[in-house]
């Protein structure tokens, strides 16, 4: 279960960074928060990578996750639009992740 507490972590981190970017346009301190959020991010997924989940599955879920995470929380605190086929195109990416994860667990199970 670590490892996906770690995959949590990575994931918030890059998304926090990724909002501070734009927060940081008008308030260059903001920086300090990108740079730490993404330096982070890419340190947690290593735990991931070193605690066994593989790296297909654990970049695939940190970034769609985190694409669909910036996306929903850009439009909450910055008041960015967010369609229906922004949607959509969410659910896909985020359907994608899961299908690379359910085939990762069977391939397991076939070479067990």
Same mark, same amino acid.
């Given at each position: 279960?670590?490892?996906?507490?770690?995959l949590g972590c990575a994931?918030?981190?890059?998304?926090?960074? =990724?909002? =501070?970017?734009?927060?940081?346009?008008?308030?260059?301190?903001?920086?300090?928060?990108?740079?730490?959020?993404?330096?982070? !991010?890419?340190?947690?997924?290593?735990?991931?990578?070193?605690?066994?989940?593989?790296?297909?599955?654990?970049?695939g879920i940190w970034g769609?996750?985190?694409?669909?995470?910036?996306?929903?929380?850009?439009a909450i605190i910055f008041?960015?639009?967010?369609?229906?086929?922004?949607?959509?195109?969410?659910?896909?990416?985020?359907?994608?992740?899961?299908?690379?994860?359910?085939? =990762?667990?069977?391939?397991?199970?076939?070479? !067990?």
């Amino acid at each position: 279960m670590t490892k996906w507490a770690l995959l949590g972590c990575a994931i918030v981190s890059e998304v926090t960074a =990724s909002l =501070s970017l734009k927060a940081a346009l008008d308030q260059p301190a903001w920086y300090v928060v990108v740079a730490t959020g993404y330096i982070a !991010s890419f340190v947690l997924l290593s735990f991931v990578l070193k605690a066994g989940l593989p790296l297909g599955v654990a970049y695939g879920i940190w970034g769609a996750l985190g694409v669909a995470l910036t996306a929903i929380m850009s439009a909450i605190i910055f008041g960015e639009p967010l369609t229906t086929v922004m949607g959509i195109g969410l659910v896909l990416i985020i359907g994608g992740v899961l299908c690379v994860e359910i085939g =990762s667990q069977k391939a397991q199970e076939v070479s !067990s």
